[in-house]
């Protein structure tokens, strides 16, 4: 795996974080197994009836299509072929490529077209659910493979000869413990910013459209063209006077309410 980012290699094969926790700073170096030896691929087609049908997206994961607008119609003789999901298992979709390796936290039945894995031994699943999302390891799933995107997927045998760090298990749970509160900090100030731009909308984000074909471009505002104040959302309620051929905009900023006129009025042509 490529871990120049995050880990060093030693001669021993083992890996070292460039990054750890005071606690394990003296411990040994992390191993580098084959992820066969981690995860065995699991096909069982007999699961129980009445299990949910699991979508496998990149934003959530493996979740029940019932709760995400999912709407794939699917005969019941169809779904006697879908393979069993438990908790804790990882999924090897079509676009793994792009997004690694999903995660389900839901007990139901997934496409046969998918690859089930399992963890084999105690392992962290939030570690490697942060393992298997991240950029470093994706460029590793990814790397010598041909015709992804024209349809292949990345096979067992492919993800069994990945050497996929292992450290101990108390590890492990330190660093996913870690990665999971930092992303429930960004979902907590991604839903105030939410919050804030609905309620002071930014003029920036919705500017004004005004009607381009009557601005010519050459115009300015000291040296600021008229059109890029507009596309910006600098100036509002603008109104234009073709026998003056003049323009006039206010703007409530800190810079107070202003108009202005055309440097140039000569190159102003109005329409017949």
């Known amino acids: 795996m490529n871990h120049k980012a995050v880990v060093k290699q030693k001669g021993n094969g ?7 926790f005071p606690e394990f700073r003296d411990k040994p170096g992390w191993k580098a197994i084959r992820g066969d030896k981690l995860f065995n691929q699991i096909n069982n087609r007999q699961a129980s009836p009445g299990l949910p049908i699991l979508a ?29 999901v438990q908790p804790g298992d990882f999924i090897i979709s079509l676009r793994s490529f792009q997004g690694g390796i999903e995660y389900s936290g839901y007990h139901g ?23 298997f999302k991240s950029y470093n390891f994706i460029q590793q799933l990814t790397k010598n493979l041909e015709g992804l995107r024209d349809g292949k997927m990345i096979s067992y045998k492919q993800f069994s000869e990945l050497l996929l760090p292992n450290p101990s298990l108390a590890e492990q749970q330190k660093i996913a413990d870690c990665l999971t509160s930092l992303d429930e900090v960004i979902a907590a100030q991604s839903q105030k910013l939410e919050a804030l731009t609905g309620a002071f909308p930014s003029r920036r984000r919705n500017p004004p459209t005004p009607p381009f074909s009557r601005i010519p471009k050459r115009s300015r505002v000291g040296n600021t063209p008229i059109r890029l104040l507009c596309n910006q959302g ?5 109104q234009f006077n073709r026998t003056k051929r003049t323009v006039s905009g206010s703007e409530d900023g800190k810079y107070g309410r202003w108009g202005f006129r055309f440097l140039k009025p000569s190159l102003y042509r109005p329409r017949s």
């Open 56 to 84: 496998i997206t990149q934003e959530y994961g493996a979740i029940p299509r019932d709760l995400i607008d999912y709407h794939v119609s699917v005969t019941d003789k169809s779904i006697e072929t879908y393979k069993e």
């Open 234 to 238: 600098l100036l509002r309620n603008i």
């Open 109 to 131: 039945v997934c496409s046969p077209a998918y690859v089930v894995l399992r963890k084999e031994g105690k392992l962290s699943d939030l570690f490697f659910k942060q393992l």
């Open 14 to 20: 083992e890996l070292t974080p460039k990054l750890r």
